[in-house]
């Protein structure tokens, strides 16, 4: 009788381990191998790289003791005797004659440029005033200017420059309208004028069609003002 327990147990182990073996998707040595697919990488978009703005003309304003380019390099210069040329232009500085002014127009400044404007002496702190009628164009602090004032006449056409300004009228604004030898600031040193030296750099300029404050041919102001070309 043990013989036949043995034999039992032994069949119930083999059906077992053919269970085992097989499953619904048959035996385990005859299935196909399931293949592993790799994800595929996301597509990477092409990307069109942007246009480059066209980059517009850079105008640079005009320092004081600068050079002041004119729309046509080729334009003669305004002569101080045209018949539209600005006429009885007060001097812009409180207490000063014309017959103290020095013509400085020519003046050199380095090896390639003329001063194109007066430099007017006076202590610090004195008065600056209108040379004429017209309008506040541009308040503009620069490198070399240091504050300054761009006044417009009434036709559009003339531009004052007054630089190197210690500060401006009280109020002054830009727009406003201003008159004939009204205070508009006070002599100082700023930009890069010599701090012992207080003065007005004053010039005058051609405006060109468009009217730009930082564009124009130059003219000299001493005969304007009163002086006596020498």
Same mark, same amino acid.
């Given at each position: 009788?043990?013989?036949?327990s $043995?034999?039992?147990?032994?069949? &119930?182990l083999a059906?077992?381990?053919?269970? &085992?073996?097989r499953d619904?998707?048959? /035996?385990s040595?005859?299935?196909?191998p @399931?293949?592993t @697919?790799?994800a595929?990488?996301?597509? @990477? ?6 246009a ?5 003309p850079?105008q640079?304003a005009?320092?004081?003791?600068g ?7 080729a334009?003669p210069?305004?002569? !101080?005797?045209?018949p539209?040329?600005?006429?009885n232009?007060l @001097?812009? $500085?409180?207490?000063v004659? !014309? ?10 400044? =380095? ?5 194109e !404007? ?15 009628d017209?309008r506040? *164009?541009?308040?503009?602090?620069s490198?070399?200017?240091g &504050?300054?004032?761009?006044?417009? *006449?009434p ?11 210690q ?5 002054l604004? *830009?727009g406003?309208?201003?008159t004939r ?6 002599? =100082? ?5 010599d701090p ?9 300029f051609?405006?060109?069609? *468009?009217?730009?404050? /930082?564009t124009g041919?130059? &003219?000299?102001?001493?005969p304007?003002?009163? =002086?006596t070309v020498?």
């Open positions: 009788m043990r013989w036949l $043995v034999a039992a147990l032994l069949l &119930l059906n077992a381990g053919w269970w &085992l073996l619904d998707r048959g /035996w040595w005859q299935r196909s @399931v293949p @697919v790799a595929p990488d996301a597509p @990477v978009p092409a990307t069109t790289p942007d480059a703005p066209a980059s517009a850079v640079s005009p320092d004081a003791g050079v002041l380019e004119p729309a046509d390099p334009a210069a305004v002569a !101080a005797n045209d539209a040329a600005p006429a232009l @001097v812009p $500085v409180q207490g004659r !014309a017959r103290d002014l020095d013509d400085t127009f020519d003046d050199a400044r =380095g090896s390639e440029r003329r001063h !404007a007066l430099d007017i002496m006076a202590p610090a702190g004195t008065p600056v005033l209108a040379v004429a017209g506040v *164009e541009k308040l503009f602090d490198e070399r200017g &504050l300054t004032i761009y006044q417009f *006449e036709s559009g056409r003339w531009c004052y420059y007054y630089a190197h300004l500060s401006y009228a009280p109020g604004s *830009e406003a309208a201003v030898g009204q205070v508009i600031g006070y002599v =100082g040193s700023s930009g890069n004028a012992a030296a207080p003065h007005l750099h004053f010039a005058i051609a405006l060109t069609p *468009e009217r730009q404050w /930082w041919t130059p &003219l000299n102001p001493y304007m003002l009163g =002086g020498r």
